[in-house]
C-alpha cells in the first residue's frame, strides 16, 4: 500500500470551534489508527495548519477519510492538499 502526506489549514478561532466536533472527531481519528490506515496526524503547534500519514490503497480512500471528518464537515479544516509520499527513511 501507499503512504500519503496530508497538509492542511485550519479556520480562525479553532478552539472554539471545533470544541462540539473534537470528541467524534478523535474517536474517528482512533478507528483510522486501529484499522491501520492512519499512521499519524496532528497540528502545528500554532494551531493553523494539519499534517498527518496515511497508508491506503489509493488517494481516493484518504480524501474521502478527510471529507468524512467531522472537522471538514463543519469547517474547522478549510483546506487540504493530499500528496503520495515517498518514505526515503524509517
Known sequence: MAKYILFGAYCENVIEKRAP??????????????SGV????GPTQDLTQVF?????????????LIEND?????????EYTVKEWIQAIG
Open 38 to 41: 492512519l499512521i499519524t496526524l
Open 70 to 78: 467531522p472537522y471538514w464537515k463543519h469547517g474547522i479544516w478549510t
Open 52 to 64: 498527518g500519514i496515511y497508508e491506503a490503497e489509493d488517494e481516493a480512500t484518504v480524501r474521502s
Open 21 to 34: 466536533h473534537r470528541d467524534a472527531h478523535l474517536a474517528g481519528l482512533k478507528q483510522q489508527q486501529e
